[in-house]
């Protein structure tokens, strides 16, 4: 009922969706089990592999070297 009469007090909605806070001992309370060197790490390498399919599928559509 507040939420009506708000509607009518101001004319607008809020746009914003009502989110419930998270309950303690919930899904966001776990370990985490890496460490943030293993993250970077894992990016580094992650940016490499990425790096290195571009550098290949560059040299594949240059074709062959004369």
């Known amino acids: 009922m507040?939420?009506?009469h708000e509607i009518t007090?101001?004319?607008r909605t809020d746009a914003r969706p009502q989110r419930s806070k998270p309950k303690p001992g919930g899904a966001g309370s776990q370990v985490?089990?890496?460490s943030a060197?293993?993250?970077r790490a894992a990016h580094r390498r992650a940016a490499r592999r990425d790096e290195?399919?571009?550098a290949a599928w560059l040299r594949e559509l240059a074709?062959?070297?004369r």
């Open 52 to 54: 290195l399919a571009v």
């Open 9 to 11: 007090r101001t004319g």
């Open 32 to 34: 985490n089990s890496v």
């Open 2 to 4: 507040a939420a009506a």
């Open 63 to 65: 074709g062959p070297t």
């Open 37 to 39: 060197s293993q993250a």
